[in-house]
């Protein structure tokens, strides 16, 4: 049980495009999604916290412009990068969370600007 | 916020036993977590200690001393595929994960 999916697992995209990622809890429902970004050898920072019906909350210096996070479900919760840049190129993880216990994360999306 | 440090890499044989340590300074502790990570791949949950002692699962431990601000993983009887990143993840008062850089742990046979 509580398995994290996320779609696509790797993008390319052009300098300026906008990129859409799905986070989807598949057998249970999320009361909180969390965002983070990881860098190559750097640990994973979180962008925002997400609950279902409410904006997301970001954390300092993550432009909640950039990153938009929508909620619309207990199962779903999708990150779009606009406009993206090379320096966005990343590893972007979501993670569940049931309750205040665990988080559980899904397998994350390599994001490649050009 | 959270300042948590660990060791960067350590490389241990096959069969041997590592300890990895990690010490943290909090606005708020509402537990810790390890957890492994392949490259390119989303980290698994490893354990969770909140109160102070050993956890033990398998061949994997987990160590807390609250007091001490440290925690420590133990892994035992290391194989191949246990070389991966370790992270270590306090969460706060808003139950919020703040991570570790991570600690790349080799084994060698």
Redesign the interface.
């Known amino acids: 049980g509580a398995v994290v999916s996320q779609h696509p697992s790797r993008v390319i995209c052009k300098s300026g495009t906008s990129v859409k990622i799905e986070c989807r809890s598949l057998d249970f429902q999320a009361t ?1 999604m ?1 965002w983070y970004r990881q860098f190559p050898k ?5 962008m925002a ?1 997400s609950n279902e019906g409410s904006k997301a909350t970001y954390e300092q210096g993550v432009e909640k412009d950039k990153f938009l996070i929508n909620h619309a479900s207990l199962t779903l919760s999708t990150l779009t990068v606009t406009s993206a840049h090379p320096e966005d190129s990343s ?1 972007y ?1 979501c993670s569940a ?1 049931l309750g ?1 216990w ?7 999306t ?1 994001l490649t600007v050009l | 916020g959270q300042n948590i440090d660990q060791p960067t890499e350590m490389t241990a044989t096959e069969g041997a036993i590592v300890q990895i340590n990690c010490t943290y300074q909090t606005s708020g502790f509402n537990g810790l977590f390890w957890y492994q990570q392949h490259a390119g791949e989303a980290p698994t949950f490893l354990s969770y200690n909140v109160l102070d002692g050993l956890e033990e699962k398998g061949r994997f431990s987990s160590f807390l001393s609250r007091s001490k601000g440290y925690s420590y993983l133990l892994l035992k009887e290391l194989q191949m595929k246990d070389s991966a990143s370790y992270l270590c993840a306090v969460r706060d008062g808003d139950y919020k994960l703040s991570f570790g850089a991570g600690t790349t742990v080799t084994v060698r046979a």
């Open positions: 909180t969390f750097q640990s994973l920072m979180l916290t590893f993880i969370s205040d665990e988080q559980f994360f899904g397998p994350g390599r």
